[in-house]
């Protein structure tokens, strides 16, 4: 089945403590997208990759990395995450950034 | 700046009724258009999109968009609503760097 995995899909932690969001698709898509959805704000693009170590910022790339050295995984990492962080995280895959996307399952985030 | 904007946060409208949520954008270029779906606790699903060609597309479950240079819009319509339509939609814009833009959703309800 195609599809777009995201894991954990719930996320409680503290300020300060480094995690890691994974993503991955079956799909062999080229284009790789994370976004945050926050209330009244919609989805903002957090980071994209056009290919294999290929990847630029989004809208709101601050306090995030991302590395693509697979074409089928897109992992977010936060460094030292901070309460602004919480939000809910999806990442999603396309052929191209003007085809058709595939979103994971979203993966909730709380920072205290 | 490129930008999309949903004017609307919440459209209500009764079951068999035909629906509109609208969608303007500004972007460099000619726009590649695009709308999706979020239900209750799941990741967004591909409606349809525009790129080229007939100003009306039709995508999945009958909905329809219709693209209008003139008024930079992309409105999403049906003509008759359902019930299980109700959810949240999103319009999006992909910008000439390969970023994609989303408007800050419109919430539709659909009451029987």
């Known amino acids: 089945e195609a599809q777009v995995t995201q894991n954990p899909r719930y996320l409680i932690t503290v300020t300060g403590k480094k995690l890691t969001v994974t993503c991955s698709q079956n799909?062999?898509?080229?284009?790789m997208s994370w976004y945050r959805q926050d209330p009244g704000l919609g989805l903002r693009q957090i980071y994209y990759?056009?290919?294999?170590?290929?990847?630029d910022k989004g809208d709101v790339p601050e306090g995030y990395k991302v590395s693509r050295k697979e074409k089928r995984n897109f992992p977010l990492i936060l460094e030292s995450p901070s309460p602004n962080q919480t939000s809910l995280y999806f990442c999603?895959?396309?052929?191209?950034?003007?085809?058709?996307?595939?979103f994971g399952p979203g993966t909730r985030l709380t920072v205290t | 700046a490129q930008s999309v904007a949903q004017p609307e946060d919440q459209v209500n409208v009764a079951e068999g009724n035909p629906l509109t949520v609208k969608c303007t954008y500004s972007?460099?270029?000619?726009?590649?258009l695009f709308w999706y779906v979020q239900y209750p606790n799941r990741g967004l699903q591909f409606l349809l999109k525009?790129?080229?060609?007939?100003?009306l597309v039709k995508g999945s479950y009958g909905f329809e968009a219709e693209f209008n240079k003139s008024q930079t819009s992309f409105h999403l319509k049906k003509p008759s609503a359902l019930v299980s339509d109700s959810a949240l939609y999103f319009c999006?814009?992909?910008?000439?760097?390969?970023?994609?833009?989303f408007g800050t959703g419109t919430r539709l309800q659909v009451f029987p």
């Open positions: 990759s056009m290919n294999v170590e290929v990847t």
């Open positions: 999603a895959s396309s052929l191209g950034p003007g085809d058709e996307q595939y």
């Open positions: 799909m062999n898509h080229e284009y």
């Open positions: 525009y790129i080229t060609g007939d100003n």
């Open positions: 999006a814009v992909r910008d000439p760097l390969d970023k994609l833009i």
């Open positions: 972007v460099s270029g000619n726009p590649y």
